[in-house]
């Protein structure tokens, strides 16, 4: 076999069990929702007022995608495109930098760079692995399309602009692992760009035009500076116009040049942007590993925050508008109900109930990558560079947790702080404000038993940490936070900890999941702890 396909065949193998992960995942996404959406939303009249809702408020649009009709497969579409594409370009990227710039960290790279391989082969091999890869996914989302019983033309154009939108990130991916110095930082700017991209179609949506019948737009041109946006212009189900995935071709090819240019002149462990050199000494607010955990992970947290204080902020200041479409049509606030299942409160209540869903599902996130990066200082040896010291394995294991904890706090914390300021900025009731708080409160159990999850994992499956836990909050997301939106069934939605979360709104409120949330979490942390005393560091 020749260099180049003993590289390709090694990281194929490598990834064959996260990679089917991803597929199988994002592929049982669309079959789920297309199934689901038939069934909830079987009539015209009921696709047309949750459209109508969103034409109302744009805004609603930076969560969902542009949409092109009431018909059923448009619906489909303007619905789950957008998480597809998403999915895609995180798969894509994580397997990018993965294969390039957490090698050359390893010292696989330089290994492999004394065979007979080439210095470009491995990149070469990662390109078409990558390619390969998702043109599986492209052809898995096609076949659920096809096998939920909508048309086989518009469901092989969705599978290909899943596909292409992967492959542009693949290629982004791989040139942040030449501008970064390492795979951490990589990893954050790719991730960066996709979640950029989401963001800048949903704002080249939210701007763009509705139809004389308000159950389409057309999106304004910052929708056509986003991968995830050229995608989005195929229209599946509608105009189904392939031609803008030429666009994402065209930028793979683009920044595959760019990197395959930078990799001819750069040493191997090198980068664009330099790392910066340290103190020489730590300084007193180093003394602990919590403090050490708390500089090596604030960065991340406060991208997570970030996070939390947009999401509050479009909570507060969107309900204004809101309140002006559903009275003009009354049926809308049904529509918006659903989004709150069980509340019974105002327009903002709901619209704030919805928005603190997703504020949870990102303090969980938080919390778990916190968890993550513990093991990774385990795998990477450093963890037994603290432990050397006086510090032990128990402290060191219970001031991470702490610091899940708080990262978890500031999230949600932001979150309602935004919330708060953008409700008095548009002139709303003083008295949500106390809502938000209390929003914010409600999402706090949820987020602790993923913490706590995430915790069992490292103690007894370390090396299986990330894509056990990163798979776990996506199916709990997608049960618990839209499960009841596209018609799950109840026992389906009950098995993810965000379907528990009290809705603070109406006369009463159900505080029984969160006091059994509680109680789970703290079982759950107490006996990870507990085995940890017998655990060895980087143990299986």
Do not use: K
């Amino acid at each position: 076999m020749s260099a180049f396909g003993t590289v390709l065949a090694q990281r194929m193998r490598r990834d064959r069990v996260q990679l089917a992960i991803w597929i199988a995942c994002t592929a049982l996404l669309g079959l789920v929702s297309a199934s689901a959406i038939a069934d909830t939303y079987g009539e015209e009249s009921a696709r047309a007022g949750l459209i109508a809702l969103a034409v109302a408020n744009p805004s609603i649009l930076l969560l969902r995608g542009l949409p092109q009709g009431a018909g059923l497969g448009a619906f489909v579409f303007f619905q789950i495109f957008t998480y597809l594409a998403l999915l895609a370009g995180l798969m894509s990227t994580f397997l990018a930098v993965r294969h390039s710039r957490a090698e050359e960290e390893s010292g696989r790279a330089e290994l492999i760079a004394s065979t007979p391989a080439a210095r470009a082969v491995p990149t070469i091999a990662t390109l078409v692995h990558g390619a390969i890869a998702n043109i599986v996914l492209g052809t898995a989302v096609a076949a659920t399309f096809d096998f939920a019983g909508l048309p086989i033309g518009g469901a092989v154009v969705t599978g290909a602009a899943v596909a292409a939108t992967g492959v542009a990130f693949l290629s982004v991916g791989l040139l942040a692992a030449q501008v970064m110095r390492t795979s951490r930082g990589a990893n954050a700017l790719a991730v960066a760009c996709v979640c950029g991209a989401f963001l800048l179609r949903g704002i080249g949506d939210a701007l763009g035009t509705p139809s004389a019948d308000a159950l389409s737009m057309s999106s304004s041109w910052l929708s056509w500076l986003s991968p995830i946006g050229w995608a989005q212009h195929v229209s599946g189900w509608g105009a189904n116009d392939s031609s803008p995935l030429l666009i994402s071709l065209a930028l793979a090819v683009a920044c595959t040049g760019a990197v395959i240019a930078i990799q001819r002149s750069r040493d191997t462990g090198a980068s664009l942007l330099a790392g910066r050199s340290g103190p020489a000494e730590a300084g007193a607010s180093l003394s602990g590993s919590l403090a050490l955990g708390w500089r090596l992970q604030w960065p991340t947290i406060t991208a997570w925050c970030v996070s939390g204080t947009v999401l509050g902020m479009l909570g507060g200041s969107l309900a204004s508008v809101i309140v002006q479409a559903t009275t003009a049509s009354p049926d809308l606030r049904n529509t918006l109900s659903t989004l709150a299942p069980g509340g019974t409160g105002s327009i903002t209540q709901i619209l704030l109930a919805a928005m603190f869903g997703l504020v949870g599902v990102v303090a969980a996130a938080c919390g778990t990558q916190t968890m993550i990066r513990m093991h990774q200082e385990e795998a990477a040896g450093t963890a037994e560079l603290v432990l050397s010291t006086p510090v032990s394995r128990l402290r060191w294991l219970c001031d991470y947790l702490m610091l899940g904890v708080v990262s978890i706090l500031l999230v949600l914390l932001s979150a309602a702080v935004a919330a708060s300021i953008a409700v008095l900025a548009v002139g709303d009731d003083p008295g949500h404000i106390s809502d938000a708080f209390a929003e914010a409160g409600a999402q706090l159990p949820a987020a602790l038993v993923y913490l706590a999850f995430a915790l069992v994992v490292f103690v007894a499956l370390p090396a299986f940490v990330a894509p056990v836990c990163w798979a776990a909050l996506g199916a709990g997301i997608f049960l618990g936070n839209f499960g009841g939106l596209i018609g799950v069934p109840r026992w389906a939605r009950d098995l993810s900890p965000f379907a528990h979360t009290p809705v603070v709104i109406g006369a009463s409120t159900e505080w029984s999941g969160a006091a059994a949330m509680l109680a789970v979490a703290a079982i759950a942390t107490a006996v990870a702890v507990g085995a940890t005393v017998r655990r060895e560091p980087r143990g299986a």
